[in-house]
């Protein structure tokens, strides 16, 4: 475990607060060179409501995890993610993983584990360091 990344995962933790998801908030944080490049929370797209559920209490088919909201939002910024390390407060799910893989992330550090492990595997087989907080 390095220096900082208790503290960047209770920064991500703070962050997934701004998050309107009732079911769950998620935060996220994308660091390289000791610098905070981009950072996210689970929710909808720009210019939409900020409702994540329906009437029946189940996520809408079009929110964005918080790790994609990072690296969408490091890729709009003209910043590289690429050997960067990502801080989430949840294990990411296998969609997220792809993007990670993709993004050149090179590290995951997160707190909560998630029901499915795909995502974490799918990191793993990829070679992307994966660390568990508590």
């Given at each position: 475990?390095?220096?900082?990344?208790e503290r960047?995962?209770?920064?991500?933790?703070?962050w997934?607060?701004?998050?309107y998801?009732?079911?769950?908030?998620?935060?996220?944080?994308?660091?390289?060179?000791?610098?905070?490049?981009?950072?996210?929370?689970?929710?909808?797209?720009?210019?939409?409501?900020?409702?994540?559920?329906?009437?029946n209490?189940?996520?809408?088919?079009?929110?964005?995890?918080?790790?994609?909201?990072?690296?969408?939002k490091?890729?709009?910024?003209?910043?590289?993610?690429?050997?960067?390390t990502?801080?989430?407060?949840?294990?990411?799910?296998?969609?997220?993983s792809k993007?990670?893989?993709?993004?050149?992330?090179?590290?995951?550090?997160?707190?909560?584990?998630?029901?499915?492990?795909?995502?974490?595997?799918?990191?793993?087989?990829?070679?992307?360091?994966?660390?568990?907080?508590?």
């Open positions: 475990m390095e220096k900082f990344d960047y995962i209770e920064m991500a933790a703070v997934a607060k701004n998050s998801c009732k079911r769950r908030q998620v935060g996220a944080l994308l660091v390289k060179d000791q610098m905070i490049i981009s950072d996210g929370y689970n929710g909808t797209p720009s210019g939409f409501e900020n409702v994540c559920e329906d009437e209490g189940v996520t809408k088919p079009y929110v964005l995890h918080a790790e994609a909201n990072a690296i969408t490091v890729a709009k910024s003209g910043n590289s993610s690429s050997g960067a990502l801080y989430v407060t949840a294990s990411p799910c296998i969609e997220c993007l990670i893989i993709q993004a050149g992330i090179k590290r995951v550090v997160y707190r909560d584990e998630y029901r499915l492990t795909d995502g974490i595997d799918l990191l793993r087989r990829a070679g992307v360091e994966v660390e568990k907080v508590d």
